[in-house]
């Protein structure tokens, strides 16, 4: 399904922001995100280095909120 996506740079700039259509695919170069917001994001599937993502320790209610680091690593905006 669609899927709203707010997704920002290391400088705090939006690099997407906005409703991404089912099906589509997005791709970032490594170490350029800092934070990422999924809406409905049960509809979402993240890679990171060619791995799955698993969403749900990031997701509360049907948002995901998650951090990555310069090195990829993906993390809560709590602990990073």
Do not use: C, N, Q
């Not at 939006?14 to 049960?42: F, K, N, Q, W």
């Not at 698993?54 to 680091?69: G, I, M, N, Q, Y």
Request: glycine share 12%; aromatic share 4%; net charge negative.
């Amino acid at each position: 399904g669609d899927s709203w996506v707010d997704i920002v740079d290391r400088k705090g700039a939006h690099i997407e922001r906005g409703l991404v259509p089912a099906g589509a695919e997005r791709r970032y170069a490594d170490g350029s995100l800092a934070e990422v917001t999924l809406g409905d994001s049960s509809a979402v599937d993240v890679t990171a280095g060619g791995v799955a993502v698993d969403l749900s320790p990031f997701r509360e209610a049907k948002v995901a909120h998650f951090t990555v680091s310069s090195e990829g690593r993906i993390g809560s905006s709590a602990s990073d």
